[in-house]
Each structure stands twice: as structure tokens, then as C-alpha cells.
């Protein structure tokens, strides 16, 4: 839970402040868990040693107090087994991606989730931004027109370090196929590619031609790879993923083209959706517009203009805060005192004072 | 090299140079007539002068220091030349009028390199604004960082840097003289309005400078238009970053000198538009397309991309009469790489025919 993508989904759950973080299984080593659960004031009796000691607990709590939904953010691997055992006792599973290791275990999956009727999310994260629920929309109004050409790429290079000697490697988990499973590469980024063209598109992969490589023989899992796609409408397509393309970060972009027009869109630029239009002036929509669909305004939290990266601004001012209140070292400029308060308010009346004298020089004293 | 791009203009004869043994070796290199490579300026236009209507130049390109362009233009204008200048016109405002008055009384044509104004898209935001498509105007915001003068350039012998920073030679103003008047000038042209007073500030940074290298400046318009100019030659790490924006009632235009083929056009509540450069497109004004020259998606640098494969031929053209190699400067795609294309889309072909199968390239002949 204190791993990166432990972070993003603490944040993301108390966001719509639908959520509060009660209990769970917080690490393999279960001392760390602890101190984990201590750092956020949890109670302590709800820090699990193991996920069947904790279903096993909170099934002994009457309903009202019991742990409604389980995060399940661990390697590949447990996945399948953690979900089969929440579902199997009634406890709502939000899951990262890749949902299983096998195809079979998905299925398998899928029949439980059916039988005990509970409420199953996969993070399939990218689907969440609002101009790709904006795409989906546009797509879906026949905004395109019929599709004819999808093309999806997802570039990242933090294996190239690693990949070049046997030692680096094998600290990888991801490159272990104990761990990760069939595949790397497509495994873990590759799927979000064809997750987002299914997404968007509202059409299925029909079926594919693809080339992987893993870069040396002794290396079990793919590391790159290219596939053709055809979809069930008969179009066409590519998914081109790469963890080896040397210094990417997280560059996942989607361009799908219907007879009509194109829309086109960047994750490290997540505000801006390309409509191509043929014969006019492409354009550009950004989230909170009201030109925007619905679903896509409902998925905005914030006005137009204010990138995403608003709440990591503001939460930083609040760290800064916080620690203020603790007495923890001071660090200059963790947040605005009531000293910038007063340098802004004489800001302002200099200005007017400025304008109204005829545009002269004012003192801010 | 402008001049040039049309087919319309040949260059006869000319003064390279204020070293008249430098100017003759460069006529020369350029294979002009030895008989029309002048020493100075008053030479050539009286020499000229005396040819046959049919064979004397039909105007004259001034590319001086600002203090060499009022005796060269009046010259040329006494002799009955049509002039084109560099900007700034002249040094001072009495040789500015002697000019106009000049011009008036001979009815010859005198053109001002204004260059950033003749980009396509600058030419389609002036149609926009006389076409009301933004409605009347109400702010104009025209940036010009440079960072060239950061430091004290002009110590180090760079002559441009030496003569701009020169009152004697720049005038009575360096940031601004140089392009300051841009963005003034872009100001004016693109709203069509005049700018009716201005209120300056002028500095010059780098210790021991005269002249300003750095301008703010406020100006109010006809029709209670305004604008701000911020004009910078010590700017660290700008290059050319001109950048034009103005603001109407019903909408805004943006551009950018970085991306000079795009014209963003913005109205509150709507997707912005990229308009782009392309004589294809038929949504741009016509005095657009009639000032362009290539295709939607072509930018003017693949003219230049064309010219290196024409002067490298032509190198090697020259080369091999004389049975000598080509130079380093100097490949081209050759016959070789005719030969290869043709082999990988025979390929490609062949793969996609057999059912999407690994096909080798035959590129031996």
C-alpha cells in the first residue's frame, strides 16, 4: 500500500469521498503492514496478517461494521487466488490489472463474480481520464463515422537498465514469469493499449498477428512487442508497446479513424483530445468544456483550464500545512503563510492605484 | 534565397560587401557577370542607370546596417529603382520623411521586410479580423524573447551584435529598434488599426550597454483597442519566440513563430480550432492559399529538404564532368535506394497477399 500504485489508489478511493481506508492486509511482512496501519491511525486490530485471516475476521463483524470492498494491488500472480477467495465470500473487489495469469482463471473469474452478484472493478486507469470518456462518447455519436483504422502505442524504457545483465534482471518481478505471468510487455502495458481501443471504439479485437521479443534468449518474457489487429468490423489495426524504448516514460497514446474523422489523444498530455475533421480546421477539446459529453463532464472535477495535477498542488499545500503543525523542519515555501496574504492584497492595490493615477509608477510598501 | 524561390527573380549584379575586394570575390563566387560586380552603391546605380531598359536591374534588395539603408535608397530611387529594404526603414525620423516624400513624388514601387507578417497564417489571422470572424478588436498581446544578448556578445567581435548595440550605427534603439518594431508593426497589420500612444520602458541590462536590450510597453489603439509588447534580447535560451495574440469580442487568434504553419483560433466555450498552413485547405481565406506554396501536412522546410537533394546532385554533376568524386557535403538518395524501395514494397505486397507471413527482401539485383 505504500508503493507507488498503492499511493495513486489511496488518493483515487478517498477522492469522491465515497471511501474510507478501514483495514487490510498491508504487506507480505506483516510487521511492516503494522507500521503501515499505525501511520495512518488505522485500527490495529483490523491489520491482517494474511488475507484469509482477514476474511475470516471481518466475516465475524456484523454487516454494518464489515469491510464493504477489498483493493487488491499486489503482483500478478496472487490475483487470481486473493479475488476467487473475496468473491467467493461476498466482499466487493476492486483489482489491478492483469485481472488473472491465464485466460481460464479470467473466465473462471467472471462465472464466480456472476454467481455471488458483487461488484468487480479492474484499474484499467486510462479508461478513467475524461477526454478518453469524451472519445467514447464521440465515438458512440457517430462523430467519425464508421472506423476504419485504429492504431494504439505504448512506449517505456525503465527495462533498459535492467535488461542489459543477468543480475539487474532478475530483480525485476515483472520479468519473472512466476510472477508476472504469460507476458511482460503485453501483459502489462500492451493490454491497457487494447483495453483503451475496445474501450473507446465500443468494437472488439477480433483476432491477431503479433512478433514479441524479449532482447536475449535467456530472458523468458517479452520486453517489446508489435501487433496487427483485425477488428469485428472488419477494420484494421496496430498496437506497437515497448518497455525497452530508451528514455520513454509512460507515452500511451490512441488515434482511431473512421470515415468521417480521426480523434487522437496522449496520456503524458491527458487534457487535450485531437478531432480531425477532414477538409476543416482540427479541434481541440479539454476537460469541463459544456461541449463536452456528459459522461465526460461527469467524469471533471475541476473548471476548465485546471489541469489535473491542480489536486497534487494542493495537497502539497496541505503537507505543508500539516507539517507545520507538527513542528516537522520547516522547508521554505511549503505553503503560502499570511505573509504572502498581505504581499498580495498590496500587490492588488498598487495596481488599481496605478491605473486610476493615469499609469504611474506605484510603491508596494 | 527568398527571392529566388519563385522563379521570378534573378540576381544581375550587386554590391556584396563594404570591402569592395570582398564584394567582387563574391559576385564572382556566385558566377554573376564580371562587368556588373560594383565596388559601391552610388556606382552601381549610376552604372546601371546607363544600361538598355531592357537589361538594367529592375530593382534593388538594401540588407545594410540600419545607418547604410537612407543613402543606398535614396540613390536607388534618384536612378528610377524600385526598392525592397530590411527593417527598420531608416535611423531617424527627418531621414524617415525624406523617404516617404521621395517615394510619393517618384510613384515607385518600395517594399519593407515586415517578414513575420507574410507568414501564411499571419496573413489568414489579418483576413480573420477584417472578416469580423473575432469581432471588434479589444486586446492585443505580442511577446519577442530573444536571449542572443544575454551576455556582453558585442565584446567578442560578432558583427551583428557589435553594430546593433552601436548608437552610431544601430540608431537610438537596439531591443526595441530591432524587434520591438515586429511586434508593432504585427500589432497594427493584423488589426488594422493604428496604435495612437505608448507608454516604454526601456533597459539595457548587461552592464555598459547604451542601447536597450530589453522593452515593456503599453499601447492603446484606435477604437479603444489595447495591447502590452514585451520585447527581450536577454531572455536566456529563447531564440526567435515571436508570439501574437489578439483578443476580440467574439473570439481570439494565437500564433507562435516556433510553429508558424498554426493558427489557433479560440472562442469561450467551444473547441479550440487548429488551423493549419496547406493550399489544400479550402477553410482558409484565399489571400492565405495564394501565398503558399505546398500541401496540407508539407511544411516550407521540405522545400529546403528538396533543395539539399538538388544541390547535391548538381555538386555531383559538376564532380563527375571532371571525373572527380562527390564530396562529404554532398549524397543523395541514389539508385541504389530506388532499387531497395522497390524491393521492400514488393515485399510488403507479398507478405500481406500470402496471409500475413514473414517475407525476405530480395534487395540483391
Redesign the interface.
Known sequence: MSSFIGIVHRVAAYMGENYVLTGGVFDIDFDKGNQFAAQLELDAARSYPSLDIFIEKELALTEEERIQVVSILTPNFLHFEMAKKLVSAGFNVICEKPITVTADEARSLEKLVQEKGVVFGLTHTYTGYPMIRQMKSMIAQGKIGRIQKVDAQYYQGWINPSIHQEEERKKVWRLNPKMSGLSCCMGDIGVHAFNLIEYTTGLEIDKV?ADLDTLYPENELDVDGTT?LRMNNGSRGVITASQIATGEENNLSIAVYGDQGGLKWEQEHPMYL??LIE????????PG???NSEFALESTKIAPGHPEGLFDAMGNIYNGVAAAIYGRPDRAGAFPTVHDGVRGMLFIEAVLSSSSQG?VWVKIS | MASQLDGQIELVCGVFSSDADKSIAFGKEIYLNDDRLYRTFDEMMASEARRSEEERMDFVSIVTQNNMHFAPAMSALDHGFPVIIDKPLCFTMDEAKQLRAKVKTTGLPFGLTYTYAYYPMLIQAKAMVKNHEIGKVRKIMVEYPQGWLSDKLEDTGQKQAAWRSDPQKAGISNCFGDIGTHCGHLAEYISGLKITEV?AELNAFVPGRTLDDDADV?FRMEQQAQGVISASQVAHGDENNLKFRIYGEAGALEWSNTDHNTLL?KKQ????????TGVD???LHEETRLNMRTPSGHPEGYIEAFANIYRNFSDHVRQFKIHSSPDLRGTYPNIDDGFKGMALVSAVVASSANG?IWTKIKDKS
Open positions: 498477428l496487427l485531437k478531432h477538409g476543416a480546421p482540427t479541434q481541440i477539446y479539454k468544456n459544456p461541449y499609469q | 507608454l503599453f483560433v466555450g467551444a473547441p479550440t480550432q487548429i488551423y493549419r485547405h479550402s477553410y500475413n
